[in-house]
Nanobody
Framework: QVQLVESGGGLVQPGGSLRLSCAAS????????MGWYRQAPGKLRELVAE?????????ADSVKGRFTISRDNAKTSITINLQMNSLKPEDTAVYYC??????????WGQGTQVTVSS
């Protein structure tokens, strides 16, 4: 089992910045990739960014150049951070931390609300 605990999020004005963090614990040695997804009201959940154990990153086209994902590996935990700059109203969504193991098991955090509004 893998446990994911998210922090960050909140309300920010357009053009502002926020930082999301997600700490994974448990059987972290099984984790291959971790990332962030988001889901806006009435829309499907979509990938925002992810990073593999070897630090290969993937970003949604809509966030490239504005968001940066990073990963810190420790012996018993893994933390990923999502630095979100130049935020737009369309970035408003619930953001979910996700992890996938080498066996393709998926784990999800509880979600954190990001609202971009003036």
């Amino acid at each position: 089992q893998v446990q994911l605990v998210e922090s960050g999020g909140g309300l920010v004005q357009p053009g502002g910045s926020l930082r999301l963090s997600c700490a994974a614990s448990g059987r972290v040695f099984q984790i291959y990739t971790m990332g962030w997804y988001r889901q806006a009201p009435g829309k499907l959940r979509e990938l925002v960014a992810e990073v593999t154990r070897s630090d290969v990153t993937t970003y949604a086209d809509s966030v490239k150049g504005r968001f940066t994902i990073s990963r810190d590996n420790a012996k018993t935990s893994i933390t990923i951070n999502l630095q979100m700059n130049s935020l737009k109203p369309e970035d408003t969504a619930v953001y979910y931390c996700s992890s996938r193991t080498y066996g393709m098991e998926a784990y999800w955090g509880q979600g954190t609300q990001v609202t971009v509004s003036s």
